[in-house]
């Protein structure tokens, strides 16, 4: 955890929920401020399920503007949003995600959505991605292939995955992919093998599967001028 003090224009944030369960991710853009992409499925009242936290709405009383956002949460639901730190930190910790680490950094993590291997560009550019995205949108949410965090991730890096690769953005989807893989394949082996073989294998085949599915590990990834994403978008409707 960070101090908000630390806070520099283009960092990519993030906040855990739910005891941890999931983060919420964007872009601290200055002055207080964080652009971030949100599926607005979840409502003041409303419980929120697995396929839907990613890239939602912290949890705000709407009833009580916030004297910075105002009505934002009102107005606009879903999208690429643009609201104070408080709001978006929805009363959890502040997190700075870790960009360029080492192949060693990353496998030792016990979660993903806390860094990447792949380099972030310079301020700037991060800056004008995200900004742009703000008014022009970043497609629609997607829990595996298009959420808080892989928008976050491109407005760092410019790159995006292959819609056939393997290769993803986001860490916190890799990880909830890699857990259920790796328990659906040591199940068949349970018989065979000892409990430390087992631990053994699994937490391998967790790191590898984590590994692989890394923006900046794999090849299956290309860099797309934000002027392209909206056009995608519409392709892809």
């Known amino acids: 955890m960070i101090d908000r003090k630390q806070l520099k224009a283009g960092d990519h944030i993030y906040s855990w929920r739910q005891a941890y369960i999931y983060a919420h991710h964007g872009i601290?853009?200055?002055?207080?401020?964080?652009?971030?992409f949100t599926d607005g499925a979840i409502q003041q009242t409303e419980t929120p399920t697995i396929s839907n936290r990613f890239c939602s709405i912290p949890s705000l009383d709407t009833d009580i503007p916030c004297p910075r956002c105002g009505d934002c949460c009102q107005t606009k639901m879903h999208g690429v949003i643009l609201s104070c730190l408080d709001c978006f930190l929805s009363e959890g910790g502040l997190h700075r995600y870790l960009y360029g680490v080492s192949t060693l950094h990353f496998i030792v993590q016990a979660r993903g959505g806390t860094c990447t291997r792949a380099s972030s560009d310079p301020t700037k550019e991060v800056l004008f991605r995200a900004l742009y995205l703000l008014e022009n949108g970043f497609g629609d949410y997607h829990f595996y292939k298009n959420n808080c965090e892989d928008f976050a991730i491109y407005c760092k890096t410019g790159l995006l995955a292959a819609a056939n690769s393997s290769a993803g953005?986001?860490?916190?989807?890799?990880?909830?992919?890699?857990?259920?893989?790796?328990?659906?394949?040591?199940?068949?082996?349970?018989?065979?093998?000892?409990?430390?073989?087992l631990t053994l294998v699994g937490c391998g085949m967790y790191c590898y599967r984590r590994?692989?599915?890394?923006?900046?590990?794999?090849?299956g990834v290309t860099n797309v001028p934000v002027e392209k994403i909206s056009e995608m978008a519409k392709a892809e409707n």
Do not use: E, K, P, W
């Open 28 to 36: 601290y853009v200055g002055d207080g401020m964080v652009i971030h």
């Open 169 to 197: 953005g986001s860490g916190q989807a890799a990880t909830y992919a890699a857990a259920a893989n790796s328990i659906a394949s040591l199940s068949l082996r349970f018989v065979a093998s000892s409990y430390c073989g």
């Open 211 to 219: 590994l692989i599915s890394d923006i900046g590990f794999h090849n």
